[in-house]
């Protein structure tokens, strides 16, 4: 387990500097110059070497790409936002926890909402309610984001009155781009759910449990909800580093200033540094929670914790 | 008599179906995913025939500010904009743009992601292989939204880099949907077989493998069409994909949104066009799986 863990870990060095490459190619190439969109087109010539220099902009490509990842590595300084002159690292963590509300509030809904309609869909199988769920599912999968967003908007907002337009002051902010945020992954996990329901559903051990009795919201949470649950957690983890880095177009919609608001300021305002940054987090983060996914197979599910364990250990559980 | 001896012998002889035929045969029992094929076949032509009864100047970007702001009427089905265009029209003239980036789109996906997977898939553990998997990795650790505005704003937001740049942040998935596909097969005994002919690795790889591996490619293709669509919009409701007065429905959406609180007729039709053109696409891949391969249909 522990080996597993690690060559997790060690795996994800090599991805983060081949993003870091990317991001850092794909900058480099966008026309204009970080330092004279810093001091503006007037600015005297001396004064912008000497800004390109601090910024470490003064050598060729190779040279400073290795400049700033050697700054990353040896001093962890991810150098400091064109645009604030603010340190990247603390640019990014003051608006990261709007990010993560929004993503909390997604995940809570999706799951919340997703795994009850798919169990729902699935003891009717079948059944109207079924196939109104079934149906649901499929317009939620096909609506772009932003115009649900637009249209939530419209509904409970303008018309009704019952939530704020936009901005992020209060948790009541949070509904309405939770619920938008929400939509694809719900009609995912209702999906999954629905699906894994109905494939433990006709198992031998739960018709067991009928035979001798057991009653029927025992064996639906008892016996086939946690045997189904393994998918469901698997959504949740992928789930969780989707809304991360997914929920770019939501933010701007309802004025979170998130990390997805940042990002787009920064790539119209040629912001190498906070780019590269907040991509670099947010992917370090999500592969972290994939990682945590793993592990909790484990917990869930007996037959894969044994995988893990060395054959003396394994003898001695099953002995 | 004469019919009874026909049935006997069709029984006898079960009608045979070329490999199209039994595909469309399947895929045709199924009501949701023809349903989506006719919807989706309709919004092709009306598109695909808009220039014979809608002029582009005239009815699509001529701006006419007595008109701006109608509600849905008689004369103008969804209502006009804030510069007195006719919505409907413009629908119908973005549904060209939306389907052909959507198309447009995977085509540069496919044809990478192609390329890149069934190379990965037949030389597999190879280093050629590990490094494009690492490859897909790190692209696929990018948001897809975020890599496809970082290379718009570089090379310039015209269709043609549009298409390239989403194209380019879904080969990836696309990559590895191949790679797993090319990989279930080439293990197979026709395969080994070719190999023992002495048949040269490419050609085992485009005569022997792909047609095999095919299945679940055209399914995730189709249903790409779909994400395409919604891409494109998306691009276009930020300001980094289709320029005004060019109508596409996320540009027209994101002019919409401006007049949102005022006028919220105009942010529902284009969201419909959408939904409509996804839910669709969506329908026929879903069809065309179960069709491909009825082993995986339960």
């Known amino acids: 387990m522990y080996k597993f863990i690690i060559k997790r870990l060690l795996m994800l060095i090599p991805v983060l500097l ?27 010539e001396q004064a912008i070497l000497k800004l390109r220099e601090e910024l470490g902009l003064n050598g060729g490509f190779f040279e400073n790409y290795i400049r700033y990842i050697g700054n990353i590595i040896l001093h962890g300084d991810f150098g400091i936002s064109y645009r ?56 939620l999968t096909s609506m772009p984001d932003f115009w649900l967003g637009m249209m939530l908007i419209i ?46 559903i006709r198992m031998d051990y739960v018709r067991t449990a009928r035979a001798k009795g057991v009653p ?56 190498t540094p906070v780019i590269i940054a907040s991509v670099m987090f947010v992917a370090t983060l999500s592969s972290l929670i994939n990682l945590g996914t793993d592990i909790l197979y484990a917990f869930i599910d007996p037959r894969i914790k044994s995988l893990y364990q060395t054959k003396k250990k394994a003898v001695k559980t099953s002995g | 008599m004469a019919e009874y001896m026909k049935a006997i012998e069709e029984a006898a002889e079960p009608k045979r179906r070329s490999q199209i035929g039994a595909i469309w045969f399947r895929f045709r029992k199924n009501k949701l995913a023809l ?43 969804f209502g006009t904009d804030q510069f007195g265009r006719d919505i409907f029209k413009r629908i119908i003239w973005g549904a060209r743009t939306s389907m052909f980036v959507g198309m447009g789109i995977v085509a540069v996906s496919m044809t990478g992601g192609i390329i890149f997977g069934s190379l990965a898939g037949y030389y597999d553990g190879s280093v050629l292989d590990n490094v494009l998997m690492r490859l897909c990795d790190m692209f696929l650790a990018i948001p897809g939204t975020l890599l496809a505005i970082a290379l718009v704003s570089v090379s310039g937001n015209n269709i043609p880099n549009l298409i390239l740049a989403l194209g380019v942040s879904t080969m990836p998935k696309m990559a590895r949907l191949v ?103 969506t329908l026929i891949g879903d069809g065309l799986r179960d069709a491909l391969d009825p082993k995986m249909k339960n």
């Not at chain 1, 029927?216 to 086939?224: A, L, M, N, S």
């Not at chain 2, 032509?45 to 008689?74: H, N």
Request: one cysteine or more; hydrophobic letters at 50%; glycine letters at 8%.
């Open chain 1, 84 to 139: 604030t002159r603010n340190p990247v690292f603390t640019e990014v963590l003051t608006r990261f926890h709007y990010t993560l509300r929004l993503a909390f509030t997604a995940i809570l809904i999706s799951t919340v909402f997703g795994v009850l309609f798919g169990i729902i869909a699935a003891v009717k199988q079948y059944s109207f309610t079924d196939n109104f769920i079934t149906a649901v599912t499929l317009a």
């Open chain 2, 35 to 77: 349903m989506g094929l006719i919807i989706f076949v309709t919004l092709g032509l009306v598109a695909l025939t808009a220039p014979l009864y809608l002029d582009f100047e005239k009815d699509v970007i001529e701006q006419t500010i007595s008109q701006r702001f109608k509600g849905p009427s008689a004369e103008h089905f």
């Open chain 1, 155 to 200: 509904i409970f907002a303008v018309t009704l009155k019952l939530l704020p337009i936009s901005g992020a002051t209060s948790w009541r902010h949070f509904i309405l781009p939770g619920l938008t945020a929400s939509a694809n992954y719900m009609a995912y996990t209702i999906r999954q759910t629905r699906s894994s329901m109905l494939e433990t």
């Open chain 2, 179 to 281: 790679r797993a596909s090319v990989l279930s097969i080439k293990n197979q005994e026709y395969i080994e077989a070719a190999r023992s002919c002495g048949t040269s690795d490419r050609r085992i790889i485009i005569s022997e493998i792909l047609p095999n591996a095919i299945g679940p490619i055209i399914v995730e293709a189709t249903l790409s069409v779909a994400r395409g669509i919604i891409s494109i919009a998306s691009m276009s409701f930020i300001g980094l994909g289709i320029q005004p007065p060019n109508p596409e429905w996320g540009a027209m959406l994101s002019e919409a949104k401006v007049q949102m609180i005022n006028h919220p007729y105009l942010v529902v039709a284009p969201g419909i066009a959408i939904v409509l053109t996804v839910m669709s696409l």
């Open chain 1, 216 to 271: 029927e919201g025992k064996i639906v949470f008892g016996h086939t909800l946690k045997n189904a649950l393994m998918p469901i957690v698997t959504l949740v983890g992928v789930n969780m580093g989707w809304q991360l880095g997914g929920t770019i177009i939501i933010e701007q919609i309802f004025g979170i200033p998130g990390l997805g608001s940042l990002l787009i300021m920064s790539i119209r305002l040629k912001d």
């Open chain 1, 18 to 44: 081949g993003i870091s490459f990317i991001l850092y190619s794909i900058m480099s190439l966008t026309p204009g110059d970080a330092a004279t969109l810093m001091l503006g087109d007037s600015a005297n």
